[in-house]
């Protein structure tokens, strides 16, 4: 069975571009959930998908974005790169199958994203 | 706010030793993780907690949850070179639908030493 695959695994971009990160989950989960890794920050939670809705936000600007499609399938977008959004930015996803019931998460590879 | 505490930072053991990884949580959760993690590389589940009371071995690695507490114990024994990695504790609150959010520990950095 697939894992959650994330795409691409390195980038580098340069201050002020846009950057697109792309997360497909494992089969029939249809939960998918961003996290940002710093050294300084640590773990963060950035937004939760669900059904195509993003059902939960964490405490980022506006120029961190997502969707998710119909296929489960979600992007992550930051706009206007800082040198601060250098991160490994992770994937996760999770198989839902009631109200309260969720599988645990399961983590891609994730992308480390380089500004410069 | 729920927060995740965890202690320590960082711990350097010598092989063979035994030592506790400690993570303290501010507000009743439905689940406690344990991840593992290796420079660069992505976060390996190791244990998933969901009562009180419930232990959970593999390995060298065992860990526990107090859910009265609020702690999760994540005990060493014996260690070995090979478990040198960052782990991370994470709290799981699940609401209806979707509505997931894992808010992690700071992280325990170990390294064993020969």
């Known amino acids: 069975k697939a894992g959650v695959t994330q795409t691409p695994r390195y980038l580098i971009k340069t201050r002020g571009q846009q950057v697109t990160l792309s997360c497909s989950p494992i089969?029939?989960?249809?939960?998918v959930s961003w996290y940002q890794q710093t050294p300084g920050q640590g773990l963060q939670f950035l937004f939760e998908?669900?059904?195509?809705?993003q059902r939960n936000k964490g405490n980022f600007p506006g120029r961190f974005s997502g969707r998710q499609f119909s296929n489960s399938r979600s992007e992550m977008n930051v706009s206007t790169l800082e040198l601060g959004d250098s991160a490994l930015y992770l994937c996760?996803?999770?198989?839902?199958w009631g109200a309260g019931k969720r599988t645990e998460a399961f983590f891609g590879q994730g992308t480390r994203l380089t500004v410069v | 706010e729920l927060k995740v505490e965890q202690n320590p930072l960082f711990l350097s053991m010598q092989e063979g030793k035994n030592y506790t990884i400690y993570c303290n949580y501010s507000?009743?959760?439905?689940?406690l993780y344990w991840y593992r993690q290796d420079p660069g590389k992505s976060l390996e589940s190791l244990f998933v907690?969901?009562?009180?009371?419930a232990v959970k071995q593999e390995g060298r690695l065992m860990a526990s949850l107090d859910t009265k507490a609020r702690l999760s114990t994540l005990h060493i024994t014996a260690a070995v070179h090979d478990l040198s990695a960052t782990y991370f504790c994470?709290?799981?609150?699940?609401?209806?639908?979707?509505?997931?959010?894992?808010?992690f520990g700071t992280g325990t950095r170990l390294t064993i030493i020969p």
């Open positions: 507000t009743t959760s439905d689940r």
């Open positions: 998908y669900f059904s195509e809705t």
């Open positions: 996760a996803s999770s198989l839902v």
């Open positions: 994470a709290v799981d609150i699940i609401r209806d639908f979707g509505n997931e959010k894992l808010t």
């Open positions: 907690l969901l009562s009180n009371g």
């Open positions: 089969s029939g989960h249809r939960s």
